[in-house]
T-cell receptor, first 115, second 114 residues
Framework: AQSVAQPEDQVNVAEGNPLTVKCTYS??????LFWYVQYPNRGLQFLLK??????LVKGSYGFEAEFNKSQTSFHLKKPSALVSDSALYFC?????????????FGAGTRLFVKA | NAGVTQTPKFQVLKTGQSMTLQCAQDMNHNSMYWYRQDPGMGLRLIYY???????DKGEVPNGYNVSRLNKREFSLRLESAAPSQTSVYFC?????????????FGPGTRLTVT
């Protein structure tokens, strides 16, 4: 079965420090991976994706993610966290078992950035 | 370019009442989706429409019906609301062209069933 896991419910980091939000996946074939962010009382916003090519993917708001095939991971990173980065982050993978129309979302990781 | 819009933003229903949540997108996307988000449960797919004229069940379809009215609009209907349907509902859309698989979400509808 295809799945995505976010092992941390919450990540705390001080402003200015680097942040990492972890994600691992299980899919058959080549994965299509995504990160989304949800601010309070808003819908999810697309941050970045990995389809193919370079393992380091750059996205919005200074975020990047590193695809690691051997570890089946797709961790979200940012060199210097901002208080405004505090939000709920979802990792997701395209579900190829149903023609690729559906997306499997992780449970989400809440990021707190302290000033 | 409004993206994905949803109406209403908030709704309170009594058990047994019916209502329709409306969703529209102006990005000419082929696929549209309805999710519900509950605390501790993440995002769960209710129904989706891969393309105009088709609809399919997701993970939690019981108690809901959908209509893909045209390419732009995808509505979600609760025929007889139950307290278990208290949730935040999100509509999303997506292109199906190669490499363009990210979804775009509406702002959500917060529904309370008493």
């Amino acid at each position: 079965a295809q799945s995505v896991a976010q092992p941390e419910d919450q990540v705390n980091v001080a402003e200015g420090n680097p942040l990492t939000v972890k994600c691992t996946y299980s899919v058959s074939g080549n994965p299509y991976l995504f990160w989304y962010v949800q601010y309070p009382n808003r819908g999810l916003q697309f941050l970045l994706k990995y389809i193919t090519g370079d393992n380091l993917v750059k996205g919005s708001y200074g975020f990047e993610a590193e695809f690691n095939k051997s570890q089946t991971s797709f961790h979200l990173k940012k060199p210097s966290a901002l208080v405004s980065d505090s939000a709920l982050y979802f990792c997701a993978v395209r579900d190829m078992t149903t023609g690729g129309f559906k997306t499997i979302f992780g449970a989400g990781t809440r990021l707190f950035v302290k000033a | 370019n409004a993206g994905v819009t949803q109406t209403p933003k908030f709704q309170v229903l009594k058990t047994g009442q019916s209502m329709t949540l409306q969703c529209a997108q102006d990005m000419n996307h082929n696929s549209m989706y309805w999710y519900r988000q509950d605390p501790g449960m993440g995002l769960r797919l209710i129904y989706y429409s891969a393309s105009e004229g088709t609809t399919d069940k997701g993970e939690v379809p019981n108690g809901y019906n959908v209509s893909r009215l045209n390419k732009r609009e995808f509505s979600l209907r609760l025929e007889s609301a139950a307290p278990s349907q208290t949730s935040v509902y999100f509509c999303a859309s997506r292109e199906n062209s190669a490499g363009l698989y990210e979804q775009y979400f509406g702002p959500g509808t917060r529904l309370t069933v008493t």
